[in-house]
């Protein structure tokens, strides 16, 4: 299966779940840097289909992804957003990064906080524009952390 062979699938996956739930919605399909996205749009049944702490999303996410490595699919990775909610998180991530970045730079002192890997992207990706600031993950799985802190003599940005 290439690559458009692949997004179309998906997408196709996902209605066909989403039919189980009684939603019949077409879905949006795209593709960044080797990962299918795919977005559901706002229903009524949106807390049913995020979850409690976002896991039915990641349930639907890992489901596709499943199928699409059945299928030998040239593209296996998947990320699915129902009605914005992972880009409205990121969102609120990053906004607290900021204020993490902001108490190291103030104090020196590092930060560490347990996120789930994709928040944990969101803050290595935040902390990026700043020269001064470094961050790193340590643990293992569900335990995973991640430490932002002051680069050693560097200026501020």
Same mark, same amino acid.
């Given at each position: 299966?290439?690559?458009?062979?692949?997004?179309? %699938?998906?997408?196709?996956?996902?209605?066909?779940?989403?039919? %189980? %739930?009684g939603v019949n919605l077409a879905?949006?399909?795209?593709?960044?840097?080797? +990962?299918?996205?795919?977005? +559901?749009?706002?229903?009524?049944?949106?807390?049913?289909?995020?979850?409690? /702490? !976002?896991?039915?999303?990641?349930?639907?996410? *890992?489901?596709? $992804? !499943?199928?699409?490595? /059945?299928?030998?699919?040239?593209?296996?990775?998947? /990320?699915?957003?129902? =009605?914005?909610?992972?880009?409205? #998180? !990121? #969102?609120?991530? $990053?906004?607290? =990064?900021?204020?993490?970045?902001? @108490?190291? #730079?103030?104090? &020196?002192?590092?930060?560490? +906080? &347990?996120? /789930? !890997?994709?928040? @944990? #992207?969101?803050? *290595?990706?935040?902390?990026?524009?700043?020269?001064?600031?470094?961050? *790193?993950?340590? &643990?293992? &799985?569900?335990?995973?952390?991640?430490?932002? $802190?002051?680069?050693?003599?560097?200026?501020?940005?």
């Amino acid at each position: 299966m290439n690559r458009e062979e692949s997004i179309i %699938f998906a997408a196709k996956y996902l209605e066909d779940i989403l039919s %189980f %739930f009684g939603v019949n919605l077409a879905i949006k399909s795209t593709y960044e840097d080797d +990962v299918i996205e795919l977005s +559901v749009p706002s229903t009524e049944l949106n807390a049913s289909l995020i979850g409690k /702490n !976002a896991d039915t999303l990641r349930s639907l996410q *890992h489901l596709v $992804a !499943a199928a699409l490595q /059945n299928k030998e699919a040239e593209m296996t990775r998947v /990320n699915v957003d129902i =009605a914005n909610y992972k880009q409205q #998180r !990121a #969102r609120r991530i $990053a906004e607290k =990064a900021e204020g993490w970045i902001k @108490r190291v #730079r103030e104090t &020196g002192e590092p930060y560490t +906080v &347990g996120l /789930n !890997a994709a928040d @944990r #992207r969101i803050v *290595h990706k935040t902390a990026q524009d700043y020269s001064d600031i470094e961050t *790193h993950s340590d &643990g293992e &799985g569900r335990e995973r952390k991640i430490t932002i $802190a002051k680069k050693p003599d560097t200026d501020e940005k």
